[in-house]
């Protein structure tokens, strides 16, 4: 563990940092030296293939030159050929007066020429218009579509609203009964409450209709009677 502990990071790192340093660099050294001796053989190879290349060159350019001067004559024989047939074409032409005929004929074409364009320049102009109109009934048609649409959602919303406002009613009206009918039995229950009290309270507070007791003045007259009659029987 001492010695672990004595080693030096520090120079163990830049040891291995110089060795890596001299890979590199032995590496680029050996590429070098490859490169150049590559160079070498590639020049001494096109220095021995110099005077074939150079006479291969000179014989193609030689070739060259020859095919394009026959080129160039048998060119300007076809032309100086074609020149004299046109000559003679033109002056037979110019004999019969055919350049006139074109010309009236060029006019003529021209004129129909004309006149198709004309036809066309307007009939296209009635497919736009009719294309106008078209687009003008069709924009119109989308318009009352979209009108009807707008309608009859707000139809269904008016009477969606008229439905939900008639429950609404109705229920209040359902309330309002029920709590009629509620207060009705209250009433009712404090009504009948109120006369079972009143009822108690007067039965209390009235006297009893019941005989009175008179068994000691009937006594009296029983006593009465007997004596007179034990008086009469002496």
């Known amino acids: 563990q001492e010695e672990v502990a004595n080693i030096d990071t520090a120079a163990l790192a830049k040891e291995h940092a110089d060795k890596a340093t001299k890979k590199r660099e032995e590496a680029e050294r050996k590429q070098k030296e490859a ?20 006479t291969t060159y000179q014989e193609k350019t030689k070739s ?26 033109k002056a037979q032409l110019q004999t019969h007066d055919v350049f006139q005929y074109l010309a009236d004929f060029e006019s003529l074409a021209m004129a129909g020429r004309e006149q198709s364009h004309q036809k066309l320049c307007r009939q296209e102009d009635s497919r736009a218009e009719l294309e106008a109109e078209k687009g003008k009934l069709q924009r119109a ?30 229920k209040a009206e359902r309330e309002a009964q029920r709590a009629a009918e509620e207060e009705k039995r209250r009433q009712a229950e404090l009504t009948r409450m109120q006369n079972e009290r009143d009822r108690k309270e007067k039965g209390r507070f009235q006297p009893s209709n019941r005989p009175s007791d008179d068994r000691g003045g009937g006594g009296g007259g029983s006593g009465g009677g007997s004596g007179g009659g034990s008086g009469g029987g002496r």
């Open 64 to 89: 060259d030159k020859e095919r394009y001067e026959q080129k160039v004559i048998e060119k300007s024989r076809r032309a100086n050929l074609q020149w004299e047939a046109d000559v003679k074409e």
């Open 141 to 170: 048609r989308e318009r009352k579509e979209e009108e009807i649409q707008r309608k009859i959602l707000e139809e269904q919303k008016r009477q969606e609203e008229e439905e939900q406002a008639r429950l609404a009613a109705e």
């Open 35 to 54: 490169a150049k001796r590559l160079d070498y053989l590639v020049r001494a190879i096109r220095i021995e293939e110099l005077p074939l290349i150079q």
